[in-house]
């Protein structure tokens, strides 16, 4: 079966640094997403890893360690438009991407 | 460009009756996928084409629904007759030929059977 685990929700101070978890299970692997969705918006793509390690990208940085099935999602200088919705998904093969629930984060001033 | 629009944005229907989502992909975007997210619960995977051609729909549900994308172009999904059950957000996505690049996903069709 497949399996994506990441926290359901998380708060965080405006200006700080934020890590967002995900560890999965899934026959198969070929990359892992992370996505930001805002309410009643579409998904929007922050980072693909396929490689282990650390990919960083401006104030979004996304870390993959496929012996351990785990990725982090770092958010650094947090400002309020950071709140939403992030998505981990797995593409296992072929495209298809396998979704986690994904984990609100409420940014607070 | 234009990203992955979908239509309608909202729709409510009663039990028993058919609604069609069209989903128009990022130009040149032979991959088009359909997802479903209902209430409470993850994005999940209903199908796939290539161009005109069905890579993978082991995600469908059941067959009252159809998905078509005729021409390879656009694409859209039935649901016939539709149950309380199909209520959620429909999302349509599209990405260029091969594995890895990035899915482009549009605003979804939220669809509420009543």
């Known amino acids: 079966g497949q399996n994506i685990d990441q926290p359901t929700e998380m708060t965080a101070t405006e200006g700080a640094i934020v890590q967002i978890n995900c560890t999965y299970q899934t026959s198969g692997f070929n990359g892992l997403f992370w996505y930001q969705q805002h309410a009643g918006e579409a998904p929007t793509f922050l980072s693909y890893n396929v490689l282990d390690g650390l990919e960083e990208k401006g104030r979004f940085s996304s870390f993959l360690s496929r012996s351990k099935g785990y990725s982090y999602l770092l958010l650094k200088e947090l400002q309020m438009k950071d709140s939403a919705s992030y998505l981990c998904a797995v593409e296992p093969y072929g495209n298809k991407l396998v979704f986690g629930a994904g984990t609100i984060l409420r940014v607070k001033s | 460009e234009a990203g992955v629009t979908q239509f309608p944005s909202h729709s409510v229907i009663e039990k028993g009756q058919t609604v069609t989502l069209r989903c128009d992909p990022i130009s040149g975007h032979d991959n088009l996928y359909w997802y479903r997210r209902v209430m409470g619960k993850e994005i999940k995977f209903l199908l796939h084409?290539?161009?005109?051609?069905?890579?993978?729909e082991s995600g469908m549900p059941n067959n009252r629904f159809l998905a078509e994308r005729t021409g390879g172009t656009y694409s859209t999904l039935k649901v016939q007759p539709a149950e309380l059950e199909d209520s959620g957000v429909y999302f349509c996505?599209?990405?260029?030929?091969?594995?890895?690049?990035?899915?482009?996903f549009g605003e979804g069709s939220w669809l509420t059977v009543v």
């Open positions: 084409f290539v161009k005109e051609s069905k890579q993978d």
């Open positions: 996505a599209s990405s260029q030929p091969y594995s890895g690049n990035t899915i482009y």
